[in-house]
């Protein structure tokens, strides 16, 4: 959805559908955005740094590296030291912030445990096969990536995606995919061509197949949540 308004509605299905409050879920959101945010900004620097053996100018890619460090450090310092700040004190007094703060707290609190470990290394798991498919599309472009462009490649695409753009990440999606593949020593024009593939072949049918989930299974829920109303299925009136 555009805006990631997606993930509101993730917290607001959890909440009208089983009951589980706002913030615990917005919280674990975050989390998992941080991980996968850490991940790929990961990915995309060693990509540079094994890169860097064929003296190719990365200095585009480089600074995308810095940023998206950046971010993704700062949110990583604000969550690690959100359970150590005084607020649940300072919300004492306000009786409605004093809960939601408290969940915020706990949620945090497992990038300091060893849960947060292990979910850190399921997410590098689960970027593995992402990574093999992103290989795959650009080989049926006719195209090879090394080990080191592949890395760069997921993680320019990736970090791609939090600057605004239309549906399936329509436009950054093609500039990085054509900026990493220039970056390897192809033609820009099997980026986009590899980043079209990826979207018709990847997205799109996901995107298909979700819609008909939703539409049979949660429209109901979905009107009922943007009016708050009951929506006409729903209702006892024909």
């Given at each position: 959805?555009?805006?990631?308004?997606?993930?509101?509605?993730?917290?607001?299905?959890?909440?009208?559908?089983?009951?589980?409050?706002?913030?615990?879920?917005?919280?674990?959101?975050?989390?998992?955005?941080?991980?996968?945010?850490?991940?790929?900004?990961?990915?995309?620097?060693?990509?540079?740094?094994?890169?860097?053996?064929?003296?190719?100018?990365?200095?585009?890619?480089?600074?995308?590296?810095?940023?998206?460090?950046?971010?993704?450090?700062?949110?990583?310092?604000?969550a690690?030291g959100?359970?150590?700040?005084?607020?649940?004190?300072?919300?004492?007094?306000?009786t409605?912030?004093?809960?939601?703060?408290?969940?915020?707290?706990?949620?945090?609190?497992?990038?300091?445990?060893?849960?947060?470990?292990?979910?850190?290394?399921?997410?590098?798991?689960?970027?593995?096969?992402?990574?093999?498919?992103?290989?795959?599309v650009v080989?049926?472009?006719?195209?090879?990536?090394?080990?080191?462009?592949?890395?760069?490649?997921?993680?320019?695409?990736?970090?791609?995606?939090?600057?605004?753009?239309?549906?399936?990440?329509?436009?950054?999606?093609?500039?990085?995919?054509?900026?990493a593949?220039?970056?390897?020593?192809?033609?820009?024009?099997?980026?986009?061509?590899?980043?079209?593939?990826?979207?018709?072949?990847?997205?799109?049918?996901?995107?298909f197949?979700?819609?008909?989930?939703?539409?049979?299974?949660?429209?109901?829920?979905?009107?009922?949540?943007?009016t708050?109303n009951?929506?006409?299925?729903?209702?006892?009136?024909?």
């Amino acid at each position: 959805m555009p805006a990631r308004l997606g993930e509101l509605f993730r917290a607001e299905f959890f909440k009208k559908v089983y009951g589980l409050p706002r913030v615990p879920v917005l919280t674990s959101i975050v989390v998992e955005r941080l991980l996968d945010g850490l991940t790929v900004v990961g990915w995309l620097a060693l990509g540079l740094v094994l890169a860097a053996r064929t003296g190719r100018s990365a200095s585009t890619l480089f600074d995308v590296v810095m940023a998206g460090g950046a971010l993704f450090g700062a949110v990583l310092v604000a969550a690690l030291g959100f359970g150590r700040l005084p607020l649940s004190r300072l919300s004492a007094r306000f009786t409605r912030l004093a809960g939601p703060i408290a969940a915020a707290e706990r949620g945090f609190a497992i990038l300091r445990s060893r849960r947060g470990v292990e979910v850190a290394i399921l997410t590098l798991i689960v970027y593995v096969p992402d990574t093999l498919t992103v290989w795959l599309v650009v080989k049926a472009c006719e195209f090879t990536l090394g080990f080191a462009d592949t890395l760069v490649l997921v993680g320019a695409a990736a970090l791609s995606t939090l600057l605004p753009s239309g549906p399936a990440f329509l436009g950054n999606f093609q500039f990085a995919f054509a900026l990493a593949i220039a970056f390897a020593g192809g033609p820009a024009a099997v980026g986009v061509a590899a980043t079209t593939l990826a979207q018709l072949c990847i997205l799109l049918p996901v995107a298909f197949v979700a819609t008909l989930i939703f539409a049979h299974g949660s429209g109901s829920m979905l009107y009922a949540t943007l009016t708050g109303n009951e929506s006409p299925t729903d209702s006892e009136e024909p």
